[in-house]
C-alpha cells in the first residue's frame, strides 16, 4: 500500500498516450510514433514534493498525517535534539583552545538526525557520514564515550584513540566507524543489507540504514552502492541529508537534476522526499521506509531537505562563501529545534521554565563530561599497533612498531614536542620505550 505522502514514483503514466504498436524485446516500454523527451519523475511534470507535518511554528499542516506520539516520547525527541547543539558549541570551543584537533557538528540538522534515530530499531545496522553523532545520543552511547572518542583517551571505545576526532564507531550500539574518504558507507550499506538478509535470525527483522551528503552522492560510490542496493535486492535504508552544500559548494551547483531524490527511481528503489527540519515528518517518513525496506527485502531511499546553519567544520569559514545574513535568516525562519518546541509547548507538553531548566542541565552535563575526558591519558602508545587485523601479527605492523621504538629511543627523552607528547599517554610510552 503506498502511503498518503509518497509520490508514485515507481508506476508513472507514460508521458504520450500510448498507442498499442507492439513491444520490444526485454522491455515493457510501450511504442509510440511521436517523439518526446522527458526530464521529470513526476507524472505532472512537477518538482518532486517534500513531505511536512508541522508548519514553521509547528502547528500541524492542513490534513497532516501526524504520527502518534505520546508526551514522553515527545520530550525523549525534544531533549536529544537539544543536547547536539550543546555538544557542538562546547566540542567547537574546545578544538579553538587546541585540545582536540577537529570537530564537525550538525547545527541545523537536528531534527533530520532525530527524528530518522527514532525511526530506526535500536539493533538496525548504521553507516553513517560524519554528522550522525546524535544516532549513537538515541541508542544510548552517552556523552562520556562522545567526549573520549574526540580526545582520543583510554575510554574511547570507538578506536582507542586512533581515529580523527568525531569518527565515532561501536559494535554494542550497531553503528559502523566513520570513515573520512566520502561514500564509502554507501556499497558497504548494500553489502551490509545482503548479510543481513543472509543471516537467518536478522533476516526480516534488521535493516541497513545508510547516511550520506548531497553531496558525497555525486560520488562513484554512490551509484555503484544504489545500484547494487536495488539489483542485488536488500534491506539497506539510503537517507541523504541534503543540506545546502558540500562545504563551499551549494547544491545550485552540485546537480542539475531534481535533487537526490530523483535518481531514486532510476534504480527501482520507492523513493520520498521530506522536510528534514521537520522532527515528526522525518520520523513518520523513516519509519514508513524502514517498514517497506523490511516488507519488501529492497533498498529504500529518503532525502532529508535541511540547511546547514553551522560551518562546514573547524576547517570551515563559511562566510567565506556565503552571506551572513543568510545562516541568521535560516537559524531564525526555519530552526528545527524551535518548530518543535512551539509544537511541544501547545501540546501543554512544555514551557520556558523546563527549557531553561534543561538548557542548564545539558550544558553541565557536557562540561563535566569535557572535564573528566581531557583529564584521562591516551591508551599506552603500543595499543596503536594492537588489534589492527585479526590473527596473527602481520610482518609490516611489527617493522612499523619496531621503528617507532628506533625512534624513540633516539628523541623520546631529548625532543620536546615528543616529551610532550609521550606524556600524554598511559605510562608515559614505556611500554614501547622500555621494551
Ligand atoms: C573522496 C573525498 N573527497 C573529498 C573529501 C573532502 N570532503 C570532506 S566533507 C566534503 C563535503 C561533503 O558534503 P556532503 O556530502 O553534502 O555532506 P555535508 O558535509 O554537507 O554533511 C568534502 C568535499 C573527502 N572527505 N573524501
Ligand atoms: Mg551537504
Redesign the pocket.
Known amino acids: 500500500m503506498l502511503c498518503k505522502f509518497t509520490p508514485r514514483l515507481r508506476s508513472l503514466r507514460p508521458l504520450n498516450r500510448s498507442v498499442h504498436l507492439g513491444h520490444l524485446p526485454n522491455s515493457r516500454s510501450p511504442i509510440v510514433p511521436t517523439l518526446s523527451f522527458f526530464n521529470s519523475v513526476t507524472a505532472s511534470d512537477e518538482k518532486i514534493p517534500t513531505f511536512r507535518v508541522l508548519d514553521g511554528v509547528g502547528k500541524p499542516v492542513d490534513g497532516a498525517q501526524l504520527p502518534e506520539i505520546d508526551e514522553a516520547f515527545a520530550r525523549k525527541l525534544y531533549e536529544n535534539m537539544q543536547l547536539l547543539p550543546t555538544l557542538d558549541v562546547v566540542l567547537y570551543n574546545v578544538q579553538r583552545q587546541g585540545k582536540i584537533s577537529f570537530h564537525v557538528g550538525l547545527h541545523g540538522e537536528e531534527a533530520t538526525i532525530i527524528g530518522s534515530a527514532a525511526a530506526l530499531e535500536l539493533d538496525d545496522e548504521v553507516l553513517g ?1 560524519y ?1 550522525e553523532m546524535g544516532v549513537l545520543l538515541w541508542r544510548g552511547f552517552g556523552i562520556d564515550s562522545v567526549m573520549a572518542q574526540c580526545f582520543g583517551n583510554q575510554d574511547d571505545i570507538s578506536g582507542k584513540g586512533r581515529q580523527m576526532p568525531v569518527h565515532f564507531g561501536s559494535p554494542q550500539h550497531h553503528f559502523h566507524t566513520i570513515s ?3 561514500a564509502t558507507q554507501i556499497p558497504q550499506a548494500a553489502g551490509v543489507g545482503y548479510a543481513l538478509r543472509r543471516t537467518p535470525d536478522r533476516r526480516s527483522r534488521s535493516i541497513a540504514a545508510c547516511y ?5 552522492a555525486s ?1 562513484g560510490d554512490f551509484h555503484a552502492g544504489l545500484l547494487l542496493a536495488s539489483t542485488i535486492p536488500s534491506p539497506t535504508l539510503f537517507i541523504a ?1 541534503n ?1 545546502g ?3 563551499s559548494t551549494p547544491s545550485s551547483e552540485q546537480y542539475y537534476g531534481d535533487g537526490i531524490a530523483s535518481r531514486g527511481p532510476g534504480y527501482g528503489i520507492d523513493t520520498v522526499r521530506v522536510d528534514g527540519n521537520d522532527v515528526l515528518a522525518v520520523l513518520v517518513a523513516v519509519r514508513e521506509a524502514r517498514r517497506r525496506t523490511l516488507e519488501q527485502g529492497r533498498a529504500v531511499l529518503v532525502e532529508a531537505m535541511s540547511y ?1 546553519v553551522g560551518h ?1 567544520s573547524t576547517s570551515d569559514d563559511s562566510f567565506a562563501y556565503r552571506q551572513r545574513s543568510e545562516v541568521e535568516d535560516r537559524k531564525r525562519i526555519d530552526n528545527p529545534i524551535a518548530r518543535f518546541r512551539l509544537f511541544m509547548e501547545a501540546q501543554g507538553w512544555w514551557n520556558a521554565e523546563e527549557e531553561e531548566a534543561l538548557k542548564a542541565r545539558l550544558k553541565a552535563d557536557v562540561m563535566k563530561a569535557f572535564k573528566r575526558a581531557e583529564a584521562l591519558p591516551r591508551c599506552e602508545l603500543g595499543e596503536l599497533f594492537t588489534d589492527v587485523y585479526a590473527g596473527e601479527e602481520p610482518w609490516n605492523i611489527r617493522e612499523q612498531r619496531n621503528e617507532l621504538v628506533g625512534l624513540l629511543k633516539k628523541y623520546g627523552k631529548t625532543w620536546e614536542p615528543w616529551r610532550t607528547e609521550l606524556s600524554k599517554f598511559k605510562n608515559g610510552g614505556k611500554d614501547l620505550t622500555q621494551a
Not at 550520506?212 to 558525497?216: H, I, L, V
Open positions: 557520514q554528522r573520512s574518504p566520502l550520506f551528503g548531497e553531496g558525497a560520488e541529508r543540506n552544500f558540500a562545504i546547514r562546514h
